[in-house]
C-alpha cells in the first residue's frame, strides 16, 4: 500500500465513523475538511472504498430514502450505495489512531492525524505533536545550514524564496508549541481539579483548551474549500 493511499483510508474510515456517507458526500467532505485531498478524483476514492469493504471494516447498503431508489429508477440509474462502517472497521481506525510513529509526523499523513485529533487520546495527541515539532526543527536546521552555505550564490529572489520557506517552517513550529501547551494545560488542569480521574477523557473530544486562532474547529488548519463535484454518485 502506498502513503497516499494508506492516508486515504484512514480519513475515510474516520469519516464513516461519525456517520454513515455515500460517495459523493464523502469526496466531499474530504476536499472540504481535509485540503489535503482537494485534487483527487472518483477513480481514487472508489477502489479505496472497495478495498476497505474487502477487508470488512466497511459494509455497502442501499440508499435510506424509498423516494431517492424510486426517482434513479425512474431516471434510469442506479440507486446510490452508502457505506457504513463495521465493528471490525472501527477497531481497525482506532488502532491507527493509537499509531504514532515517524510517519505521521509527515506532512500529508500529519495534516490527516490532526484532523481527527477530537477521537484521539491525549497521550497519542501529544506524541504525534512533539514528533512533528521534532521533525520541523530538524528541516529547520537544514534550511538554514543549506541557506548560510548557498547564500553568497543565490540571486535575490531565490533567497527570498528560501527565506520565505524557513519562515513558514517557524511558523508552524510556533502553533506546535502553542498546541503542546495548551495539551499539557489541560492534562495538568484535569489532573489538578478534585475528582479529575472522573473526568471525560479526550477520547470524547474534549481539547484541553485548544487555542481555536488558525484552527478550524475540528480539522486541519484553515484553506480553500474546493467546490463540490456536480457528478452524481453511482455504483459502478
Not at 175 to 181: A, M, S, T
Request: glycine share 10%.
Amino acid at each position: 500500500m502506498s502513503r497516499r493511499s494508506g492516508i486515504l483510508e484512514f480519513a475515510v474510515l474516520g469519516l464513516l465513523r461519525e456517520a454513515p456517507m455515500h460517495g459523493y458526500e464523502l469526496r466531499k467532505r474530504l476536499n472540504t475538511s481535509l485540503g489535503i485531498f482537494r485534487a483527487f478524483s472518483y477513480g481514487t476514492l472508489y477502489p479505496c472504498l472497495k478495498t476497505l469493504v474487502a477487508n470488512g471494516w466497511l459494509i455497502e447498503e442501499p440508499g435510506s430514502a424509498p423516494e431517492d431508489a424510486l426517482a434513479a429508477s425512474l431516471a434510469g440509474r442506479r440507486a446510490k450505495i452508502v457505506y457504513r462502517l463495521t465493528a471490525e472497521g472501527k477497531e481497525h481506525f482506532e488502532e491507527l489512531l493509537s499509531h504514532t510513529g515517524p510517519d505521521t509526523w509527515e506532512d500529508e499523513h500529519f495534516a490527516a492525524r490532526f484532523a481527527f485529533f477530537g477521537q484521539t487520546e491525549r497521550e497519542v495527541r501529544m506524541r504525534v505533536l512533539e514528533g512533528r515539532r521534532s521533525r520541523l526543527e530538524e528541516r529547520l536546521e537544514k534550511m538554514r545550514a543549506s541557506l548560510a552555505r548557498t547564500r553568497e550564490r543565490l540571486d535575490d529572489y531565490t533567497l527570498e524564496l528560501q527565506r520565505h520557506g524557513m519562515e513558514s517552517v517557524e511558523r508552524e513550529v510556533r502553533w506546535l508549541n502553542e498546541l503542546i501547551e495548551s495539551e499539557r494545560a489541560g492534562r495538568d488542569q484535569r489532573r489538578a481539579s478534585p475528582g479529575g480521574s472522573a473526568q471525560q477523557d479526550s477520547t470524547s473530544g474534549e481539547t484541553g483548551g485548544l487555542p481555536r486562532r488558525g484552527v478550524a474547529s475540528g480539522g486541519t488548519p484553515p484553506g480553500g474549500d474546493t467546490p463540490p463535484d456536480p457528478s452524481d454518485d453511482t455504483t459502478t
